[in-house]
């Protein structure tokens, strides 16, 4: 799947005015060049993988993935363990030799260049400070061996700890600092820098979950702060809908799918996406001749059931079919049948506090979940109650099978 296909002025309209406008004080300071500690242009941040392929022994741990960064995105590689998300990540910052393919950053073949000529920085999950320096002398590491004037370094140091609210904490040593704290300054050592593009390993992997979230959103604000791209990898789906403008979801080696999160979670791709993201009902079904979708939906037969999908795209023969627990509408076995509807019995429910989750056991020998909102009124499905199960045509959908192993198929078996 390619996204790309800027021309060099929509790159140069992305990478520049949008991040410099949001750079504020930022943007003041010059871009130096990493290894040489030299000016260099100040670059819009824009990242472009082409045909990119990396292979270890027989195994090809990315397989020959093409996507488009526009500077200033925060944009997001999500996937579960061994998917080549880190791999990807690791030729981005020239730690690893790609087998075959290309790296643009801002339209310049990076492919070949070691990582320390490259505008780009890498924060990890360990935060791999040194334990024997202060904060501050963390953080100026990088710019005193540039050899950058002292009085230089003290303002840019000053500025990027003010950026991770750790103005206050310059003198203290790693170890009398929080987890949460001390990714804060490795955030500082890296944005001191001034990449044009900050790649992040996990960053949060090995914080608690309030904490998590509580850095999930500083993070995000940062980042629109200093108006950089950050390529940020993550397994925690939650993680990358809160943060990014857009995320890819990888699986073996390859990307599935390339969207805003709203666009993923409304709209998957196929089914490997919808089984990945968010709890998606997932059922066989049989799609009308011909297939592809028209104007109005596509017939699918779900068992003996004859619905219309109105989104997706499958072609004819075995497909699935998907829909969101809060999209499917319960209504009383003995209501009036009518389109889309599939009788049913609840088995049981699963109390969330703000929702009720409803396990209903389709007459097609499907089992499904039905959100249903905690407003206070009582929920007239008990379990054990005959039921119909509408499926709205407007949020039923078909989706191609890749044939990749599912996400939920895997945990199945381990
Ligand atoms: P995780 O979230 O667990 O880090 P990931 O999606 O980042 O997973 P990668 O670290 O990119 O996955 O690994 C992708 C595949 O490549 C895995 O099967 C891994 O075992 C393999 N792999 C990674 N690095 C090497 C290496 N240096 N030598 C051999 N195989 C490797």
New binding site residues.
């Given amino acids: 799947m390619r996204v790309s296909g800027n021309k060099t002025g929509e790159r140069q309209a992305a990478g520049e005015a949008a991040p410099q406008a949001a750079m504020g004080r930022y943007a003041a300071l010059p871009m130096n060049d990493n290894a040489t500690g030299k000016e260099a242009n100040v670059s819009g941040g824009e990242v472009e993988l082409i045909d990119l392929v990396?292979a270890?022994?027989p195994?090809r741990?990315?397989n020959q993935i093409n996507l488009h960064i526009p500077g200033g995105e925060f944009f997001s590689?999500l996937?579960?363990?061994?998917?080549?998300?880190?791999?990807?990540?690791?030729m981005i910052a020239g730690f690893?030799r790609p087998t075959s393919g290309q790296i643009l950053l801002d339209g310049v073949d990076m492919t070949a260049t070691p990582p320390h000529r490259r505008h780009v920085n890498t924060v990890f999950q360990s935060y791999a400070l040194f334990p024997h320096l202060n904060v501050f002398d963390n953080v100026a590491f990088g710019l005193r061996r540039q050899k950058i004037e002292a009085r230089e370094v003290d303002r840019r140091v000053a500025e990027a700890l003010e950026l991770v609210q750790l103005t206050q904490f310059a003198k203290r040593k790693p170890i009398q600092m929080s987890g949460g704290q001390q990714q804060r300054v490795a955030l500082a050592r890296a944005l001191v820098l001034k990449p044009s593009v900050l790649l992040l390993?996990?960053p949060l992997g090995a914080l608690d979950a309030r904490l998590r979230k509580q850095l999930q959103v500083e993070l995000k604000t940062l980042q629109q702060q200093v108006g950089i791209t950050f390529v940020y990898?993550t397994?925690d789906q939650e993680e990358a809908l809160t943060m990014s403008d857009r995320i890819a979801i990888?699986s073996n080696?390859h990307i599935e799918q390339i969207a805003s999160p709203q666009e993923m979670y409304e709209a998957p791709a196929t089914v490997f996406v919808a089984d990945f993201l968010g709890v998606s009902n997932l059922m066989e079904a049989h799609a009308a001749g011909g297939g592809t979708i028209n104007g109005s939906g596509t017939r699918i037969r779900i068992g003996q059931y004859e619905l219309l999908a109105g989104h997706g795209q499958a072609p004819g023969g075995n497909t699935k079919a998907t829909i969101r627990p809060e999209r499917v509408r319960l209504e009383p076995g003995n209501a009036p049948g009518g389109e889309n509807r599939i009788p049913g019995q609840v088995e049981r429910w699963v109390y969330l506090g703000n929702a009720v989750q409803l396990i209903v056991k389709l007459a097609t020998g499907h089992t499904i979940q039905a959100l249903m909102h905690n407003d206070g009124e009582e929920i007239p499905f008990a379990p054990g109650s005959s039921v119909q199960a509408y499926l709205p045509p407007g949020a039923l959908r078909v989706l191609t099978d890749t044939g990749v192993r599912l996400a939920s198929e895997i945990a199945a078996t381990e």
């Fill in positions: 990396k270890f022994g195994m741990a990315v590689l996937g579960s363990s061994g998917c080549g998300k880190t791999t990807t990540l690791r690893e390993d996990e990898v397994h990888m080696g």
